[in-house]
């Protein structure tokens, strides 16, 4: 399943410099799921939380349209830094992104409601039930979140976690997508889980 798609060398070398630096990429499958949920609804406003070496960001810009702008924010310059090297060797100009370096929940309060056709998180995992709530209010009706690490390899299901902080969170935003009447839910079982969920009409 993950090597279903072949990766190019962009995104080989994005994935290298991740691994390397500790911004644990998303899978292959995974990244293929946001390319392929990008174009599915036409996403021109992406928001992103965890901009890493950009693997998640080359797959969310090959779904958008040209003219599609991809915000995407990560507290860490250097990190920042190779992911517009990615996006470069990607072939993807500098004008189809907007970094914004700072810690997630300073900077997501300052984005713009229901401005976004998707978010997709992937930064600190016991801030997931804020990104959650951030989410909403940034998506458009008809817009899509997505979570990483959904699974969290496999802790998320194994009842001997408890009182983890991580492990609570996730489950925590499982329950939010679940319950929410105004979502859409999915679990998809692509590489370490992408939890995604569509914000109804
Ligand atoms: C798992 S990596 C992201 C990987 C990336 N999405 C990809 O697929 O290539 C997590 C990133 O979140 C960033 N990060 C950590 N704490 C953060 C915070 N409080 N706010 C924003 N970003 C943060 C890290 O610097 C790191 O680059």
């Not at 969310?60 to 250097?78: A, C, I, K, Y």
């Not at 998707?118 to 458009?140: G, H, I, Q, S």
């Amino acid at each position: 399943m993950e090597d279903f798609l072949p990766e190019d060398e962009a995104i080989v070398n994005a994935r290298q410099r991740g691994e390397e630096v500790g911004a644990t990429p998303i899978g292959p499958a995974g990244g293929a799921a946001l390319r392929f949920l990008a174009t599915l609804i036409g996403a021109r406003t992406v928001v992103e939380v965890g901009t890493g070496c950009g693997v998640s960001g080359i797959s969310l810009m090959r779904g958008m349209p040209p003219d599609g702008v991809l915000t995407s924010v990560d507290v860490d310059h250097e990190n920042q830094r190779l992911a517009k090297l990615a996006y470069r060797e990607a072939g993807l100009g500098s004008f189809r992104t907007r970094m914004i370096v700072g810690r997630a929940l300073e900077v997501l309060p300052r984005l713009t409601d229901g401005a976004y056709d998707m978010v997709f998180c992937d930064a600190v995992k016991t801030e997931y039930p804020e990104y959650f709530t951030a989410a909403l209010r940034l998506l458009r009706p008809g817009g899509v979140m997505a979570f990483d690490n959904a699974l969290l390899n496999r802790r998320v299901a194994d009842p001997s976690y408890r009182g983890d902080p991580t492990t609570e969170a996730v489950r925590e935003i499982h329950h939010r997508v679940r319950e929410d009447e105004r979502l859409v839910p999915l679990l998809l079982p692509v590489g370490d889980g992408l939890l995604c969920a569509v914000k109804r009409d």
